[in-house]
């Protein structure tokens, strides 16, 4: 029975796959990335791997299925302009043409792959008590390959000042996005009320529970971000400046403490994230407890885009 299941959640990822390729409508594409980006979580489930279901669905099916539902919106008035002009068959099908040899290429590269493949998951086993963490995810992004996950927070802060340098001149250091006008007594403001103690509960447990079973802190983060994008949309709330000095604080905590974590293991071990005996697992949630704003942060003003109004609404 599970095999049957597991084909028809394969025929069905590829099925959608491919429409969300072909999809004519910018929207009605992103609409099928982000049920595409769902039934990938159901896959990393049924392969146990819990850690990226969750980021899956809350990346690939939450935010950045807001920030391309977003886009397509835009784009909409542009696609008007245009007269509904479309694509000519030839790049149509030299499209389709990249998209086949990317495929085969990764296909070939999986199927090349040894029966016994390279793997660090023994020496991670071997290690990870070491650590005081019981999540090997964790204990890999951490601690064996800290350097990893300092950089990819560098990197994302990165891409939100790339996203603010789009903004007019007269425009930086105020806010972010459209101001949202939203019917006070509607729907979304009544979910914005409703749902953001839960989804806070929800995101710190998530991000507590980490350190020993399937969680941590970018999952947490992105449920915050969700909540606090949730409210700004309905209106009942307005984005922050950008020149506010308590958000960027908030913005580079996270980096800094990691960095500053790093060398102190380089002073006290010798190692650049050498973590002291005894104390790893308190250096580790201290990075967490760190990065937690920061992530929550950055997620949710890089789907916030650019500033577009000055300080005062």
Same mark, same amino acid.
């Given at each position: ?135 090997? @995810?964790? /204990?890999?992004? &951490? #601690?064996?390959?800290?350097?990893? %996950? +300092?950089?990819? =927070?560098?990197? $994302? !802060?990165? *891409? ?123 250096? @580790?949630? /201290?990075?967490? &407890? #760190?990065?937690?704003?920061?992530? %929550? +942060?950055?997620? =949710?003003?890089? $789907? !916030?885009? *650019? ?7």
């Amino acid at each position: 029975m599970t095999d049957v299941l597991n084909m028809v959640l394969a025929g069905l990822i590829l099925g959608l796959a491919v429409w969300t390729t072909i999809a004519r409508e910018a929207f009605a594409a992103a609409i099928g990335f982000i049920a595409y980006g769902l039934l990938l979580t159901l896959v990393w489930v049924q392969l146990y791997g819990v850690d990226v279901a969750l980021t899956e669905a809350a990346i690939g099916g939450g935010l950045t299925g807001i920030l391309l539902i977003g886009a397509a919106t835009r784009l909409r008035g542009s696609e008007a302009a245009l007269g509904g002009a479309r694509a000519t068959r030839s790049l149509r099908w030299a499209a389709a043409g990249v998209s086949a040899a990317v495929s085969l290429v990764l296909v070939t590269c999986v199927l090349a792959l040894p029966d016994n493949a390279p793997t660090l998951a023994y020496g991670v086993a071997l290690n990870i008590a070491d650590t005081g963490v019981g999540n090997p @995810i964790t /204990a890999v992004l &951490l #601690a064996f390959r800290a350097m990893d %996950t +300092l950089l990819e =927070a560098i990197v $994302l !802060l990165f *891409a939100l000042i790339g996203v603010w340098s789009l903004a007019p001149d007269d425009c930086w250091g105020g806010r972010p996005g459209p101001k949202q006008e939203c019917d006070q007594n509607g729907i979304l403001a009544y979910a914005a009320r409703i749902l953001p103690p839960i989804g806070i509960i929800i995101g710190v447990y998530i991000f507590w529970t980490g350190a020993d079973h399937p969680g941590g802190k970018f999952q947490g983060a992105t449920i915050l971000a969700a909540m606090w994008l949730l409210v700004m949309m309905s209106g009942l709330t307005d984005a922050p400046p950008i020149s506010r000095r308590w958000l960027r604080a908030g913005l580079v905590i996270g980096p800094l403490v990691f960095l500053a974590i790093g060398l102190i293991g380089t002073l006290t071990t010798g190692n650049f994230f050498g973590y002291p005996d005894g104390l790893a697992k308190l250096f @580790i949630v /201290a990075i967490e &407890l #760190a990065l937690m704003p920061s992530l %929550t +942060l950055v997620l =949710a003003l890089l $789907l !916030l885009g *650019a500033p577009q109004r000055g300080a005062q609404p």
